[in-house]
């Protein structure tokens, strides 16, 4: 089992739908981070679990509602979203809770089109 | 504001070096990073340099230099297979990480 895994891989949705991202982590690790990537655009973050609480909410949208059940489990929950939103969705874990340099492992991600 | 600057683009030969250059401008600094990012897939870790200096990988190497904002990742003996993606990242007071938008590499034969 590889180490972040993420579903789906591709998504495309209408502006109206609801669907879900899932990102589960095999690596034992404490924080979970949802990032956005645009093309050219450096990443950013959206969201940081550190012991399944959110520490971190760099001003999204409530058109996108994390949760983090356990340890092992993060979603991004979408709805109404807007073109503007089609991206590729990474997921990330990194071993310690934040207030440490640790390195973060990525999911290969879930390209995200908005028609 | 906190920006991380790094070429949009780079050309290299198989067999040849590059070096794909970053400068950061943080609030605070605990550590660079760089990333590998294959296209359609994850990033990867490269390497981690907190103090001044090269780190030396096998065929990568990452430099630091803290009192010029700079980094530097160097790759040697380019294989097909290092065309890529590279993100630079640098982690600030908070812990948190700045992104670059990173450099794409092409390896011709």
């Known amino acids: 089992e590889t180490g972040v895994t993420q579903t789906p891989r591709h998504l495309v949705m209408g502006m109206t739908n609801k669907k879900s991202l899932k990102c589960e982590q095999h690596?034992?690790?404490?924080?979970m981070y949802w990032y956005k990537q645009s093309a050219k655009k450096p990443l950013e973050l959206m969201f940081v679990?550190?012991?399944?609480?959110?520490?971190e909410n760099n001003s999204v949208p409530s058109r996108f509602s994390p949760e983090c059940p356990n340890s092992s489990h993060l979603f991004l929950h979408l709805h109404t979203l807007q073109p503007e939103d089609s991206a590729l969705y990474l997921c990330?874990?990194?071993?310690?809770?934040?207030?440490?340099?640790?390195?973060?492992?990525f999911g290969p991600g879930t390209r995200l089109t908005v028609l | 504001g906190q920006n991380i600057d790094q070429p949009t683009e780079m050309t290299a030969t198989e067999g040849a070096i590059v070096q794909i250059n970053c400068t950061y401008q943080?609030?605070?600094?605990?550590?660079l990073f760089w990333y590998q990012q294959h296209a359609g897939e994850a990033p990867t870790f490269l390497s981690y340099?907190?103090l001044d200096g090269l780190e030396e990988k096998g065929r990568f190497s990452s430099f630091l230099s803290r009192s010029k904002g700079y980094s530097y990742l160097l790759l040697k003996e380019l294989q097909m297979k290092d065309s890529a993606s590279y993100l630079c990242?640098?982690?600030?007071?908070?812990?948190?990480?700045?992104w670059g938008a990173g450099t794409k590499l092409i390896i011709k034969p």
């Open positions: 990330a874990s990194s071993p310690t809770p934040i207030a440490g340099a640790d390195t973060q492992y």
């Open positions: 690596l034992g690790h404490n924080a």
């Open positions: 679990y550190s012991l399944e609480e959110r520490v």
């Open positions: 943080t609030s605070g600094f605990n550590g």
């Open positions: 340099n907190v």
């Open positions: 990242a640098v982690m600030d007071s908070n812990y948190q990480l700045i």
